[in-house]
């Protein structure tokens, strides 16, 4: 069966210090990664969104970056952390083109990131 | 591109109440339709989902929606719900036509009060 992790869980950093955040999935091949921002009364927001290794797209203008360097990882990074990174974030997946896939998307356990 | 909106934030229900929650989506035709639920320290899971055919989906735990086509509605309920149904729930579709990327309502906080 796939799973799916990403870590850490919670992570506390201090303004301007760089952030990598990590997503793996296993039991699949060539899913689509997706990460997503969750905030309180906002709902959740799509961040990247990556059908192969090295295709990311950028959803929405922020700080951060993504990487996709092998088919089943996935990795939310910045150089520089802002306040405004705050946030859960959660990493999923969805079988890709060659899996089918009705839309339906896979979480992970999500990981809290403070900045201070 | 699509967009969801749910118009309960916050419910709080005593139990055995019925619960309704409403979702609405921008665009018609075909198009499928989800309900995530995230209990209290756990990852976001599925709920139910709507591909095609009967327009009422039966979920886990006694959940339901119904699919109106004609209101673009896709409302989740629930006739009797317990303490262990405080949550938060999401509704989603796809952000456009046929892709992967889902968009997500704002999320109903759900309290259950025994």
């Known amino acids: 069966s796939q799973t799916i992790h990403q870590w850490p869980a919670t992570l506390v950093q201090p303004v301007g210090s760089p952030l990598s955040l990590e997503c793996t999935v296993e039991?699949?091949?060539?899913?689509?990664l997706y990460w997503y921002r969750q905030a309180a009364g906002r709902g959740l927001q799509l961040l990247f969104y990556?059908?192969?290794?090295?295709?990311i797209s950028s959803e929405v203008p922020q700080n951060l970056s993504a990487s996709r360097p092998q088919d089943r990882q996935f990795i939310l990074s910045s150089k520089k952390l802002l306040l405004s990174d705050s946030g859960f974030y959660l990493c999923?997946?969805?079988?890709?083109?060659?899996?089918?896939?009705?839309?339906?998307?896979?979480f992970g356990e999500g990981s809290r990131l403070t900045v201070l | 591109a699509q967009s969801v909106s749910q118009h309960n934030h916050h419910v709080i229900l005593s139990e055995a109440a019925s619960l309704e929650l409403g979702c609405n989506y921008s665009y018609g035709g075909t198009v499928n339709l989800f309900w995530y639920v995230q209990y209290p320290g756990q990852h976001l899971q599925l709920l139910l989902k709507y591909f095609s055919g009967d327009p009422l989906v039966k979920g886990i735990k006694g959940f339901e929606a119904e699919f109106i086509k004609s209101k673009f509605s896709f409302n989740l309920r629930k006739p009797s719900v317990q303490w262990s149904d405080t949550a938060e729930y999401f509704c989603a579709a796809p952000q456009e036509r046929g892709g992967n990327k889902l968009t997500f309502g704002t999320g109903t906080q759900l309290k259950v009060e025994l």
């Open positions: 999923a997946w969805s079988p890709g083109l060659a899996g089918g896939g009705t839309g339906e998307l896979f």
């Open positions: 039991g699949t091949s060539n899913p689509n």
């Open positions: 990556s059908v192969g290794i090295g295709q």
